[in-house]
């Protein structure tokens, strides 16, 4: 099964600032990846996803990189607000596409 | 359709106890999902349903837990002999298959706290 890792360390930024956070992979790689945005005591969001053959993805302030060779995806969000403070998780599908599996979570906070 | 609705949002049971979670997904989403989430962690597999048919389930699930989806649209998630390592937010999330990407729309959760 894939094993995912993301920063468990919270990352602080001032506004204004770019915040970039890091998913690794560590098995088969896989023909997308996605990111989503959980606030707390909410279910997760969808934000983007990005597939095994595009090396980047953007939509507004967000952009999604994904390295096959590295096994390594960024999520990079723009002139970052308070309101973009959450968890960012990024999920990848299994072989047949039925099941995801998500990391642990980066909780980003942009402060004012 | 306003999305993924869950019941009820929260759930304080005895240790021993059962309980169960109702999910009704989005209305045309043929795909239905359970995860389970503990503070500081990402959502984890349960089991997941393709219309009525149960298609699969983790192995980390135990025997305790069950779930149906018995005409294809709600789904339920049962728990018996609560423990209180089973503490922790339940999530359902539903997809269509036609989306291709498996693009998860995800409910608020469950809240269960096992005494």
């Known amino acids: 099964s894939q094993k995912i890792e993301q920063n468990s360390e919270a990352l602080n930024i001032q506004e204004g600032k770019t915040a970039t956070l890091t998913c690794n992979y560590t098995?088969?790689?896989?023909?997308?990846l996605q990111w989503y945005r959980q606030d707390p005591g909410r279910g997760p969001v969808f934000l983007l996803l990005?597939?095994?053959?595009?090396k980047e993805k953007r939509k507004e302030r967000l952009k999604v990189t994904f390295d096959t060779t590295l096994k390594q995806s960024l999520f990079h969000i723009t002139a970052s607000q308070p309101a973009d403070s959450a968890t960012y998780l990024c999920?990848?599908?299994?072989?047949?596409?039925?099941?995801?599996?998500f990391g642990g979570g980066t909780r980003l906070m942009v402060k004012p | 359709d306003t999305g993924v609705s869950q019941n009820p949002r929260h759930k304080i049971t005895k240790r021993g106890q059962n309980v169960t979670f109702r999910c009704d997904p989005i209305?045309?989403?043929?795909?239905l999902y359970w995860y389970r989430q503990t503070l500081g962690q990402g959502p984890e597999f349960l089991t997941y349903?393709?219309?009525?048919?149960?298609?699969?389930k983790s192995r980390l699930l135990s025997d305790r837990f069950s779930a149906e989806r018995p005409k294809g649209s709600f789904s339920t998630l049962e728990i018996q002999r609560t423990e209180q390592g089973d503490s922790a937010m339940y999530l359902c999330?539903?997809?269509?298959?036609?989306?291709?990407?498996?693009?998860?729309?995800f409910g608020p959760g469950t809240r269960l706290t096992v005494l």
């Open positions: 999330a539903s997809s269509r298959t036609s989306m291709g990407d498996n693009e998860q729309f």
């Open positions: 098995n088969y790689s896989p023909a997308y």
């Open positions: 990005i597939r095994e053959n595009e």
């Open positions: 999920a990848l599908p299994d072989n047949a596409g039925n099941m995801l599996t």
């Open positions: 209305s045309e989403h043929n795909r």
């Open positions: 349903f393709q219309n009525e048919a149960q298609l699969e």
